[in-house]
């Protein structure tokens, strides 16, 4: 019996806690979304087969966020972090590591 795929937009609780509200192609994450955990973290951005890929927002618990570019499910790209005290860094990350501040 072949298994019907979701195609749609939806929300999809787990039982710890993580929300997912957003499109899904073929039972995966895929397109734009957002991706709550319980601990307060978020990202609100893109997705291609249940990774981070695109431009999207992460908000890590503690108030500190990037909001950039992605790629399969990593920092990648130009990106800026933002940082208690009102301070804003630009950067260029590559597979989610620090390249360079560019200010």
């Not at 072949?2 to 999809?12: A, P, T």
């Not at 890590?60 to 950039?68: I, L």
């Amino acid at each position: 019996m072949k298994e019907k795929f979701l195609n749609l937009k939806g929300v999809y609780s787990w039982a710890d806690g993580r929300k997912y509200e957003g499109q899904w192609l073929n039972g995966h994450m895929h397109g734009k979304g957002r991706y709550e955990w319980q601990d307060g973290r978020k990202y609100e951005g893109e997705y291609f087969e249940n990774q981070k890929h695109g431009y999207g927002a992460y908000t890590w618990s503690n108030g500190v966020s990037y909001e950039g570019f992605w790629a399969e499910g990593a920092q990648h790209g130009k990106g800026k972090f933002y940082l208690p005290g009102g301070i804003v860094k630009v950067g260029m990350r590559k597979n989610g590591e620090r390249v360079k501040w560019l200010d």
